[in-house]
């Protein structure tokens, strides 16, 4: 079935680093979702990426949907503390109905020292 | 707006029980869909509900079940709960496109 491999799987930065993180598929998506977990909580959305080649922001965040529509990656920039969470990539599947089943990467934890 | 709720927060069973978790979909959203996280992994999908009917199912055994109201919230059933089965359970609403999630279920099965 399809997968999604995150990368890397943990970072550990100093605040006001930036960060940098990827999500590649063997399988072609049309949309690329970012999300933020932090624990004991749900997901958030971060970013949604539609088009091949698009460069998304949102603050201090910018993700990129990958020409090959294979992959996609997030930048943070100037991380704080707050930042820290699981980011995970996801994208949808479709069969019947407007929305698809979302494929979700392994997720790469960000730790932040002050 | 309200957004995606779910309930109860937390639960213990049983081996061998039943649990039922609920979830409201976001004020407008006609499509909820179920996942499964277990520790330290992504979320896993479980099935989707769309105006009431099932619409699409994951890797999961029939013991799971669901339900869509006409108010397009909805139930997630397990029937003879496992050790297997202590995960986070979300759901998440939407209805076109992104899918936004509540904040869990937290189900620890002893």
């Known amino acids: 079935g399809q997968q999604l491999n995150q990368s890397p799987q943990s970072m550990f930065i100093q605040e006001g680093e930036d960060v940098s993180m990827n999500c590649t598929s063997s399988s072609i998506f049309n949309t690329w979702l970012w999300y933020k977990q932090d624990p004991g909580e749900g997901p958030v959305l971060l970013i949604a990426l539609y088009k091949a080649g698009e460069l998304t922001s949102n603050g201090r965040l910018t993700a990129q949907f990958g020409i090959t529509r294979k992959d996609s990656f997030l930048n943070i920039s100037a991380s704080i503390p707050s930042d820290v969470g699981i980011y995970f990539c996801a994208g949808p599947t479709y069969g019947s109905g407007n929305t698809g089943k979302l494929i979700f990467g392994q997720g790469t934890t960000l730790q932040v020292k002050p | 707006e309200t957004g995606v709720t779910q309930s109860p927060t937390h639960l213990i069973k049983t081996r061998g029980q039943q649990v039922t978790l609920r979830c409201s979909s976001q004020s407008g959203h006609n499509t909820v869909s179920w996942y499964q996280q277990a520790l330290g992994q992504g979320p896993q999908f479980i099935f989707q509900?769309?105006?009431?009917?099932?619409?699409g199912r994951g890797n999961f055994p029939p013991r799971f079940s669901g339900l869509q109201f006409p108010n397009y919230s909805s139930e997630l059933n397990v029937n003879a709960l496992e050790l297997d089965d202590s995960a986070l359970y979300l759901c998440?609403?939407?209805?076109?496109?992104?899918?936004?999630f509540g904040p869990g279920t937290r189900l620890t099965v002893t």
């Open positions: 998440a609403s939407s209805l076109v496109g992104e899918q936004y």
């Open positions: 509900y769309y105006r009431e009917e099932e619409n």
